[in-house]
Every structure is written in C-alpha cells, then in structure tokens.
C-alpha cells in the first residue's frame, strides 16, 4: 500500500513537473483562451499570416515551429472527397481514399428525423478522422427558393425551422469527432447561376425570417467552429468579406467565436478581407472547378499583400491577431485535441448508416390502387410489390445504371461501393424475371473530377429504337419500374450552374408516356435533389422519390419497393406543379438583371418571406403537385384532436399541445405530425402559416401515442425590421396540426397576452 502511495505520489509529481516545464500553449490544464494567448504571443507576423490562407487546394499550414500541425480541410456534405494533388483538382491517384458516400442532405432533411443527423454528422466525423481531415466542408443549410437550383439537393429544402433543426444535431455529431463542420454557404447563395456576381436584394425581414434561421441555429446551438462564405454579393459586398454578414450578424449579434472560411474562389479584395470578418482564405485564383493562377498562394488577399500593408502601417495587427486567434481556436478544437476518438472508414456501422437515412428519407408520393389484372375484382395499391406474386418486372431508366456519386460538382466522391437501384432491384426480386432496358440517354459521362464510373453508358441505338424496345417488354412485365429524374450532370443538379427548365430532360416524357400505353402499371423512381414537372402524372399510379442517396441507393430503393421498409420520407419542399407557382417565378425575379458594366446581376428577392408553402398557401385556386411536408405510407394514420395545456399565454410562458397520432393500418411505420402558427392579426404582413415543431413517431398497428410538441414566443414571432429585433405581438395565434402543410386536420386556440 504504503509503495503504491509512494509510486503515485512521484507520478503526481513528475507531471506537475512535466507541466511546469511546459509552455501554456502546450499545457492542457489551462484554459484554451490562455493557451492561445501564449501561442499568439510566441508567432512572428510571418507565421501569424501563414495561418489564415490556405498552403494547398485544401489545406492551410499549422504553426510548424510550435508545433501546431496542418490544418486538412475536405468536401463535403455527403462523405469524405477522394485527395487532389496539391495544387490540382486532379485526383492524387490514392487508393486508400475511398468513401461511404451518404444521402445527399435533401435525403436526410426529407427523414425529418433529427436523431439521423445526429448519426449522419458522427459517421462522416468518423470517416473524417480516419482520412486526417479536420474539417468538414459542410453541411449546407441554403434554403430551396427555386426548383432550378442547382445544388438544392445539397441543401435542406425550404423551411428555415426543418433546416434548423436538421443542421443542429448533424454539426453536433461531426464535431463530438473533433471534426469542425463548415456550414455552408453563409448566406443568400440560393442559386448557382452566375454565383459570383449575384447581387441579393432582400428584405431584412425575408433575410432574418427565412435565409438566416438555419446558419443561426448551427452556430447558436450547434456550435459549429466554421462558417463558410458565400460567393454571391449582398448590399454589393461579397459574402466572404460582407461587413453586415460577418462582422454584425454572424460575429457581433450571434457572438460566433469560430472561424469564418472563404468558400474557394470567393475571396476579392484584401481591405475587405481584412476589415470585413474573413479569418481564412482558401480556394483563390479559381472557383472552386476550374484553375486560375497555380502556386500562387503568396498572392492571396490575406498573404504578402497583408504582411506589406501592416508593415507601411496602414493596418496595425489588431484584425490580424484577432483572425488568428480564431484559426488557434479551431486548432485546438481539431488537430490539438488530445483525447480525439478514432476514426474508422468503410465501416459496416457507417453503410448501415447510410442505408438507415435513405430508408427513411425516401418519399411516397403517391400510390394509387390498381387492379393486377382485368379479371381481378379489386384494385390494391400498387406499392409494395409483393415478391413471391411477381414473375416478370421490367426496369426502364438510366438513372437505374447511372452512380449518382460522381458528378455533382464539389460533392461527388470516390465510393468504395455504390449499390445501383438495378442492381438492388435484381437482388431484392430474385425470384422473378428482372429485364432492364435503357429507354432513353441522358449523360453517358465516363468520369468526374478524375473518378471513372464503374458502368459504361455508351449508346449507339436511336431514341425511337430505344423507345420501341422499352414498348415491347412492357406489354410482357407484370409491372414496370421506371428510374428516372435528373443527374449530376451540367444543367441539371450540378454545382455551376441550375437546370434551364423545369422539365424532366431528355426524351423521359416520351418513353414514360409510351410505356403507359402498353401496361399501366408503372411505378416512377425519381431520382434527384428537386422537383420537375410530372406531365403524366395522372396515368401513374405510384410515384417515389428516391433523391441521391449513395453507397446503398439501389438496396434502399427496393427495400421500400418491396414493402421491407415502409416509407415515411417528408417532403422538404414543396413540388410545385409548374414553375410559375413558384414566387421567385411567379414575380420573375430570376435570374436578374444585369447592370450595365455586365459585371453584377441583381436579383431581388421579391417573393419576400413567400418562400414554398409561404407561396402557394396565397394561390387561391391552384395546388401544388405535393405539398411541402407530404409523404404517404404503406399504412395509415389518425392524426386526433390535438389539446393544449393552456389557451392563454405570456411572452415568458411555453405553451404544449398534445396529439393522438394512431396507426389504423396493419403494417408498423412512422408518421410526422406538423404543427404550423397562423397569427390571425398582425401588424405586419405575415405567411398565412410557419411550421414551428414537428415530431416523427413511429408506431406499431393499431398503437396510439400522444405527443407533445412545445413551443414558446420565439414560434410566435416576427423580425421586427423597425427595431432590428424579434418581436411577439400579444393576439390571437391558431396551431394548426396535420401531417402536410395542405393537410391539416386539428388546430387550437390561443392567446398571447
Ligand atoms: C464550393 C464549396 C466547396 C469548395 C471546395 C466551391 O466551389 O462552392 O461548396 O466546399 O468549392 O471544393
């Protein structure tokens, strides 16, 4: 006893010994304030300018001389981007650097399932970790203001409180990892046309009540330590140096302490770098695709043209240490932190996770009944195709050969394996005939960004001839399977650029609707980050939206096919029927216009706060094709009387409302109850509804659970642009509970007093 005394005594004291001998900025018993103080304290001005630009296409220096290492930043949202050369977009030719590819970000908002963002963030974290990169560019919360969006399947669709509580629990899980997120792309950057000259106008309200939420929400509660900027410009100022975005809202009013990262290319002007809130540079001389200058990184705006500005004395290092101190702090909540987890990559427990999130977040859309065959007497809903009473299905569609991994822009990656929804189709129904013909071409693209696809997509046949094929092995299928949509190539939902129309491309329509007249009973798989317009909609009975969703695509699509899963993805935007029910459309105020030089476009946001549903709930007549927050199931629900727990309330007080949610069919799912505030009168002009809690329960046959959803006055208010403040004016306020925003079936009364 007395030795083991004696053993830990001298242990105690040789680390104390060992810290006393240790520099602050080293010692882990310190606070990480004081730690970066000593570190600032130790730098020279060469060393302190070194760190806030980037080294290499995706990496910036650490502090060698004290020891702080590189800094590794990576793409992006879905997995972890294979490794480029240094200073190229060209692929370093790893072979270690495969990924799990996970759902696109519309996938994980459509589970509305925060608890899946939770394992979405931990598992990319850990993929992250493995590969030695310490931050993550991403999650993107932009919101979904035009179905032509090129990178809306990035982001997390329209509503500002689904992307809230969506982006929350994702930055939480990548960070518990010490892996930063680098929440992207702050702000207004709702299109991809002409994204560097862009120039927002907005009201304060639209920019605080619909744009802003979800960054908040990250950097509040989340507690992200990296933001990204924007390419675009707002009240003519980019958004990588934007004093309102970065030095007032984001720093001074939401007191973010992170580090604000210039998206690649967006970087302009070394004064407003330095006075307007940028803290690391990266990505100059290109825009994130294509190459400028190459090795120029002493060029950059934060490099030598800094260092020779503060030595003139025309800046003293106050901005300069201030940004430095940021970059310390991410360092030490990322490559120096000690007692990180370790990361693994390819892990079972990480394609489960992908798999999971797909299940959930693929979308019902519709499903009809229909009779099997003309002799049988009642029509059943055509989804789930029961395996064992299916003898010959026919798979008509690229989108059903195509990996939807590689493409896309920044986002694509080099997976380790994609399952392709034929390839899952074919070993879900191994027990029936699977044919597959192609139908139409679309993008026979080889590779991307130095990844070759692993199918070849070459054609030589015409469209009629691919058109007659798809027409006669219909007539013989039980039921046709058509996987279709848009890709990630150029024009379509691809980074660069957004779609040209809101068609479905290529000669889609035509084989969909010459199918049609051989055997009705087709199902439609679209696969895509938007909606389209769906001309035939009538004549199909069933419609899923299956999104791009990675590694495990083609086992999720038939999983929920088949009826192994039973769907419960929601929409996270509204489908409108054709474009000009869209506000953006409706008002043309897309893409811009022009100033005169060529060298802005203008784009006002006109619709305001009149974003998706925001929109269509003013449309008197007209509907939208799916409504935002749609989703049907394999079973049924009762959504009951909801009740609260008070009729009055304070503008301290919380106010619960409890729902009845039962599943009255004979199979166990999910069902998302909805509960959206109208303000029955308001000083201001105000969307007819918010969504403001919602909550996905999941339910066996004939169960019945109550839930409860709170909310407080920050559900019950509007940015007062006036005061520059949230304000809850006292009134009348209605929840109104329902499982879509055009299907709501309880509300209650209240009062703010
Ligand atoms: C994109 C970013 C991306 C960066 C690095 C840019 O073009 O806008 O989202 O993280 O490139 O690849």
């Not at 908002?109 to 990319?124: M, R, V």
């Not at 001074?252 to 407003?272: A, K, L, M, N, R």
């Not at 025309?314 to 201030?322: G, H, Q, V």
């Amino acid at each position: 006893m007395k030795k083991l005394t004696i053993a830990l005594l001298s242990l105690t004291v040789a680390a104390s010994m060992q810290a006393q001998n240790l520099p602050v900025y080293l010692d882990e018993s310190k606070p990480i304030e004081q730690r970066i103080n000593d570190a600032l304290g130790r730098m020279t001005l060469d060393e302190k300018i070194a760190v806030i630009h980037a080294q290499s296409k995706f990496s910036s220096p650490g502090v060698k001389r004290l020891g702080f290492p590189d800094l590794w930043t990576d793409d992006g949202p879905h997995g972890v981007r294979p490794d480029v050369l240094w200073d190229e977009w060209e692929q370093a030719g790893q072979t270690n650097d495969s990924c799990v590819a996970f759902p696109a970000l519309t996938c994980l908002a459509a589970t509305w399932n925060p608890d899946l963002a939770c394992l979405y963030g931990k598992s990319l974290g850990e993929e992250a970790l493995y590969r030695n990169k310490s931050v993550m560019l991403g999650p993107g919360v932009n919101i979904y203001r035009t179905p032509l969006g090129g990178r809306n399947f990035e982001y997390m669709g329209e509503d500002p409180l689904l992307a809230s509580r969506m982006v929350v629990p994702y930055v939480q899980g990548l960070q518990s990892m010490g892996v930063a997120a680098c929440v992207k792309h702050y702000a207004l950057n709702n299109d991809e046309e002409y994204r560097h000259q862009v120039n927002v106008i907005i009201s304060d309200r639209a920019l605080h009540e619909i744009y802003l939420p979800a960054f908040k929400a990250a950097v509040q509660e989340g507690g992200a330590w990296a933001i990204m900027g924007a390419y675009n410009l707002y009240k003519d100022q980019h958004n990588c140096h934007n004093d309102i975005m970065l030095n007032k809202i984001l720093k001074q009013d939401w007191g973010f302490d992170g580090v604000v990262i210039s998206d690649w290319g967006g970087c302009h002007d070394t004064d407003e770098a330095i006075k307007n809130g940028l803290d690391l540079e990266f990505g100059s001389w290109t825009d994130g695709l294509t190459m400028g200058k190459t090795n120029a990184y002493d060029l950059y705006y934060l490099a030598d043209a800094y260092k020779k500005a503060i030595r003139e004395g025309r800046y003293t290092t106050k901005e300069l240490d201030d940004k430095v101190r940021r970059v310390l702090r991410l360092f030490y909540r990322t490559t120096m932190k000690k007692d990180k987890p370790f990361g693994f990559l390819c892990s079972e427990s990480h394609y489960d996770a992908a798999l999971k999130i797909a299940q959930e977040g693929i979308v019902l859309l519709k499903n009809d009944k229909v009779k099997r065959s003309k002799s049988d007497k009642e029509a059943v809903a055509i989804l789930p195709i029961d395996p064992s009473k299916t003898q010959r299905i026919l798979v008509v569609g690229e989108n059903a050969i195509k990996m939807m991994t590689v493409g896309g822009g920044s986002s694509s990656l080099k997976v380790q394996k994609e399952i392709l929804p034929l390839d899952g189709i074919r070993a879900r129904f191994s027990g029936a005939q699977v044919d597959y013909v192609r139908g139409y071409v679309g993008d026979t693209i080889q590779s991307y960004n130095g990844v070759t696809v692993g199918r070849s997509l070459y054609e030589t046949r015409s469209q009629a001839e691919l058109t007659a094929e798809a027409v006669e092995k219909a007539r013989e299928a039980d039921i046709v399977i058509f996987v279709g949509g848009l890709n990630k190539s150029n024009y379509q939902d691809c980074e660069g650029h957004d779609r040209k129309t809101y068609d479905l491309p290529y000669a889609q329509n035509e084989v969909i609707e010459a199918l049609l007249k051989v055997n009705p009973r087709l199902v439609y798989v679209n696969i895509s980050g938007n909606g389209a317009v769906l001309p035939w909609i009538a004549k199909v009975p069933a419609v899923v939206q299956a999104w791009f969703i990675g590694s495990e695509a083609g086992e999720a699509i038939a999983s929920v096919l088949a009826g192994d899963v039973n769907p419960s993805g929601k929409l996270p935007f509204t489908w409108y029927a054709t474009l000009d029910q869209c506000g953006a459309h409706a008002l043309n105020t897309y893409p811009g216009t022009w100033r005169k030089d060529h060298k802005i476009i203008d784009e006002e946001y006109k619709e305001g706060l009149f974003v998706g549903y925001r929109w269509t709930d003013r449309l008197k007549k007209q509907k939208p094709l799916f409504p935002f927050g749609h989703g049907l199931s394999y079973t049924t629900f009762k959504i009951g009387k909801a009740t609260s727990d008070k009729t009055s309330m304070t503008a301290d007080d919380k106010i619960t409302f409890t729902i009845p949610v039962t599943n009255t069919g004979s199979l166990a799912g999910a069902e998302t109850v909805q509960l959206y505030i109208h303000d029955k009168k308001s000083s201001v002009e105000r969307p007819y509804k918010e969504l403001k809690a919602f909550r996905k329960v999941f339910l066996q046959p004939g169960e019945t659970q109550e839930i409860s959803l709170t909310i407080d006055k920050t559900a019950l208010s509007f940015y007062d642009d006036t005061k520059s403040e949230w304000t809850a004016e006292p009134g009348d306020f209605e929840a109104l509970i329902g499982n879509s925003a055009h299907n709501l079936v309880s509300s209650c009364s209240f009062t703010l007093r």
